[in-house]
């Protein structure tokens, strides 16, 4: 860095400056799929908002980061105002793998292997009256509860970077199929029931329209178990590595039809079979587990096995490799390892941006708040992408376990987090002392309103029961 600052300052410095070129080109690229121009504008003040150090992103909070009097304006952009969701989609989906592809050819990395993985992830919800709302089980909750759920493609870019491409909203056949719910939800017409594994299908249509390529499609046991999806993927010629059950069956040589289970209790006794290899580096180093890979009955499809070393947890991932790719086992273990980073980019997402902070109620406002999030997302992940070699000053790793640790450590090279940290606090501009006392009054009034309301809907049940 040619800088007479530290090299911490300058970090931070060159950090901040490519967000705002970043989120600038984000905001020229979504232009296109707006109707009127103060849409626009207010969208981008939407994305700042989530990018900022709010500690809850709502109508109301994001209103008051952006200037405005009231929340309306928040709230008609995701309601009612006239934009291209979907194309606003695809906007951020180019802007992201773009933005990728390009931090690993300036890193040195154009050789990384591309993976596109499928993913759930959800939000709590009270009430019966939200899109796609159900009891079912909330991934980020461990538990089975009232809320929502939305299917995600992520790009992931190996050793650069990854980040979220695409989303469906899941909702349950009995919405879909009555005409009271659909309404009261805001379900487009014509909407179909859709299963998780379809609703990939459908994510991965419009990547593929974008021209997005991947190396491997990786997914969990969700779409493991989708034959849609197999056949859908297999059809185009896509290899994957999706995971599957221990009850999954799968035909031998031969004809012979085992489960995954029976497979590994009778062709995999001898310790020769299995192979110590590192599925990737993790946040604590090199994640270590014993592969097994079995051929099946068609030349194309095989059964890759994972045991952990500790546990001897098993799990199978059930793979595609058409002839004349390469798909061997070492690059389907790579592969296998880079489902892991949709995870980060849930809880980088949820953590730093608000993904399941929204309290939009209808089909369309939902997948509203989900495209600006992912743009917001994009934006620091491609960042950090492209100065990942530029601020990546650590120490080389420790050769032996006795090791003395260096003078200096250094430091990691910036992340997802600390340029949405940094950015937030060196471009936020203060609230002027008038519009923070007309937003205390337009509070209190509103929810005096709404007490109101809620007593006299209590009066009236109280009456009913005692008549």
């Given at each position: 860095m040619l800088t007479t600052e530290s090299k911490a300052a300058a970090a931070v410095r060159i950090g901040v400056a490519t967000a705002l070129r970043e989120r600038g080109q984000v905001l020229d690229l979504l232009r296109p799929c707006f109707a009127r121009t103060t849409v626009w504008l207010q969208a981008g003040k939407y994305v700042a908002a989530v990018m900022s150090d709010l500690p809850e992103r709502n109508g109301w909070s994001i209103a008051r980061f952006c200037g405005d009097a009231t929340p309306d304006r928040t709230q008609r952009l995701l309601n009612h105002a006239s934009w291209d969701t979907l194309g606003a989609m695809g906007a951020v989906r180019r802007f992201a793998v773009a933005g990728l592809d390009e931090a690993a050819r300036r890193n040195r990395r154009a050789g990384g292997m591309r993976a596109g993985v499928l993913d759930e992830t959800g939000q709590e919800k009270h009430g019966t009256a939200t899109a796609g709302v159900k009891r079912q089980y909330i991934g980020c909750a461990g538990r089975v509860a009232n809320g929502i759920n939305t299917v995600h493609l992520s790009y992931v870019r190996e050793r650069t970077g990854h980040a979220l491409i695409g989303?469906?909203?899941?909702?349950?056949?009995?919405?879909v199929t009555s005409p009271v719910a659909s309404l009261v939800t805001g379900l487009p017409d014509g909407l179909r029931f859709r299963t998780k594994g379809q609703l990939a299908i459908d994510v991965l249509a419009d990547a593929r329209a974008d021209g997005v390529t991947f190396d491997f499609i990786c997914g969990d046991e969700v779409y493991g178990a989708s034959p849609d999806l197999r056949e859908y993927l297999e059809a185009c010629g896509q290899p994957y590595v999706l995971r599957v059950a221990s009850n999954f069956t799968l035909t031998l040589a031969g004809g012979t039809a085992v489960t995954c289970a029976q497979a590994v209790k009778t062709l995999l006794k001898d310790k020769r079979s299995w192979e110590v290899r590192s599925a990737g580096n993790g946040s604590k180093g090199q994640r270590w587990y014993a592969w097994a890979w079995l051929g099946t009955g068609s030349g194309e499809h095989s059964l890759l096995v994972r045991r952990h070393l500790k546990t001897g947890e098993l799990a199978f991932h059930y793979c595609y490799a058409p002839e004349g790719q390469p798909g061997g086992k070492a690059r389907l273990i790579r592969a296998a390892g880079l489902r892991w980073p949709v995870e980060e980019s849930f809880e980088l997402g949820k953590d730093c941006f608000g993904l399941d902070q929204c309290q939009a109620r209808l089909y369309t406002a939902i997948q509203?708040?989900?495209?600006?999030?992912?743009?917001?997302?994009?934006?620091?992940?491609?960042?950090?992408?492209?100065?990942?070699a530029r601020t990546d000053t650590q120490a080389p790793p420790p050769a032996a376990p006795g090791q003395r640790p260096p003078a200096d450590p250094g430091m990691i090279p910036l992340t997802v987090p600390e340029i949405r940290r940094v950015l937030a606090a060196l471009t936020a501009r203060p609230i002027p002392p008038p519009l923070i006392i007309h937003w205390d009054a337009w509070t209190r009034r509103h929810q005096a309103r709404a007490r109101w309301f809620n007593q006299r809907a209590h009066l009236q049940r109280d009456y009913t029961l005692v008549s």
């Open positions: 989303a469906r909203q899941w909702i349950p056949r009995e919405q509203r708040h989900l495209v600006l999030v992912m743009a917001a997302l994009a934006i620091c992940a491609v960042t950090a992408a492209l100065l990942r």
